[in-house]
């Protein structure tokens, strides 16, 4: 059954991880590794893991790097020194363990590679067709490489990414900034834009931001967390959206 939402849209905003690419899987066993691996290390074989349903979805999707390291290790009653820039993957520090985690994510991405989700494609040529600009967002510093990888970088005009978002110093999810810049970019309005998000700090960000609806993906049935956060609209396919 289609949903309709509002007739005039004239740009779309859409999340990557989970959204366009299936990278969001990746990210989620990348974050359970390395947390695994160091949760192990300081607490003893009985440690609890970190519960990819519960936790990944609460504390790190959607957000950057190094907030998902914070929020995780602020829920286990656990502190680490911010560190620098310059700390390596073997440092027990913020920084550090953001480092672990996207080595283990890029080896990763080499080894299972990235696949794109049939109904965001179809959806995206569709889009295009009828002339709508299309901005595409994310939290992770690998969105290029990732877009490039699944050859879908060409369908964007406009990129807001991690790398993008601290050199111009915007502020993360659930802060609505990276989607303003985004719309601001692609010369539309908050009236005339949609945004496709599947997770809570993304959706809440949309909603922060005033948009003209915020559509929540529930790719594995998560439609009443999304509603909750504030989604307008949940979906499990793009292809259900009519406009």
Known sequence: MS???????????????GVITDSARLHAKAWKQMFDEYLEKVQGKHFAPLDIGRDYKRYIDGVSRLDGVRAFLESRQLALPEGTPEDGPEEESIVGLGRRKNNIFLALMKKEGVDVFPDTLEMVKQWKKKGIKLA????????RRIL???DMLHWFDVRIDGEIAR????????????????MENLNADLDHTLIIEDAIAGIQAGKKGGFSAVVGVARNGEDEVLRDAGADIVVHELTELKL
């Open 3 to 17: 949903k309709k939402v509002q007739p005039t849209i004239q740009a779309i905003i859409l999340d990557m991880d």
């Open 136 to 143: 595409v967002i994310s939290a992770s510093r690998n969105c």
């Open 148 to 150: 490039e990888a699944a």
């Open 167 to 182: 050199e111009q110093e915007l502020p993360g999810k659930p802060a609505p900034d990276v989607f303003i810049k985004a």
